[in-house]
């Protein structure tokens, strides 16, 4: 394992993401940075068999950064976290290169998959503030998964997933038809409360019938 390499290499990559950034010295303090790079000596232990070890580096990095990567966890080539605090990467999660994941996102399971258990998620993906990308399937190259979005199917490279449950909205930027192309988030509590209206409103109902 090349330490130095994967320094310099994620240095660059965060300076050219991040225009905040107005140091390579600013890079070192930088939570993605630390996260990452601790992800890569973990894995090498984890790769080595010695998972205490792996595990041990891996819960320092958490607890400093707010980052989550299991060292069993595949990563590519310039992967960016942006902000990064309450990212989670699970154990069988394939990441492959030019990958960008904006904070609160979780690449996790269902609990009910057993070995590959986690997503994979192709090149130039971006996964938005608190998307949840649930399972063993693929996200395709070039997607977009939207803020707050839960994903639970297969996505198709080149596409705009928006909503929960996940759905696709753009492929290939064309725009995919369905009933409701709006691709902001649903409102839960006002769909619960209208839920609750209908239901005492068929009650009061059933009520005068009996009256």
Known sequence: MNIIKYIKAEIKNIREKDPAIKSNMEVFIYPSF????????????????????????????????????????????????????????GETTIIKDNVTIYQGATLGGTGKEHGKRHPTIENNVMISAGAK?????????????????????????????????????????????????????????SEEINKLKNKIKSLEQEIMKND
């Not at 890569?40 to 998972?51: G, M, N």
């Open 133 to 189: 990308v649930l399972g063993s399937f693929t996200v395709g190259e070039n997607s977009k998964i939207g803020a707050g979005s839960v994903v639970l199917k297969e996505v198709p490279p080149n596409s705009t997933v928006v909503g929960i449950p996940g759905r696709v909205v753009k492929n290939n930027n064309i725009k995919v038809p369905c009933e409701d192309l709006d691709q902001s988030l649903p409102d839960v509590v």
């Open 34 to 89: 630390n996260a990452i790079i601790s992800y890569r000596i973990a894995h090498y232990f984890y790769l080595k068999k010695h998972y205490f070890i792996a595990r041990y580096i891996s819960e320092r990095s958490k607890r400093k950064t707010g980052i989550e990567i299991h060292p069993g966890a595949q990563i590519g080539k310039n992967l960016f976290i942006d902000h990064g605090m309450g990212v989670v990467i």
